[in-house]
Nanobody, 125 residues
Framework: QVQLVESGGGVVQAGGSLRLSCAYS????????MAWFRQAPGKEREFVAA????????YSADSVKGRFAVSRDNAKDTAYLQMNSLKPEDTAVYFC??????????????????WGQGTQVTVSS
């Protein structure tokens, strides 16, 4: 059974940085593409970034391009989201997700097989 556990969230001032981690437990982490989504109060869950199973390709939402970077370490079964130049509008619960076979857009939540419980990120102005 696959489990995903996020960590690294917290409260930070605008312009600051945080690094989120997503620890994977289960079989063959390297078989899964990984992604980060976020959900602010009263809003739908939105795509943030994704990385292919081998780390060769990454994808980011326009709202975070140039500020956030997704990465993974297959030896440690962990995915990361480095967040720089944080803005108050980045405040949300951040979720990591894993998918294996779905071939549609990385931005579609329905394509992901497993989700973490989320970690809160709050950016103060």
């Amino acid at each position: 059974q696959v489990q995903l556990v996020e960590s690294g969230g917290g409260v930070v001032q605008a312009g600051g940085s945080l690094r989120l981690s997503c620890a994977y437990s289960g079989r063959t982490f390297s078989s899964y593409a990984m992604a980060w989504f976020r959900q602010a109060p009263g809003k739908e869950r939105e795509f943030v970034a994704a990385i292919t199973w081998n780390g060769e390709n990454t994808y980011s939402a326009d709202s975070v391009k140039g500020r956030f970077a997704v990465s993974r370490d297959n030896a440690k079964d962990t995915a990361y989201l480095q967040m720089n130049s944080l803005k108050p509008e980045d405040t949300a619960v951040y979720f990591c997700a894993a998918r294996k076979y779905y071939s549609g857009s990385y931005e579609e939540p329905k394509g992901y097989d497993f989700w973490g419980q989320g970690t809160q990120v709050t950016v103060s102005s």
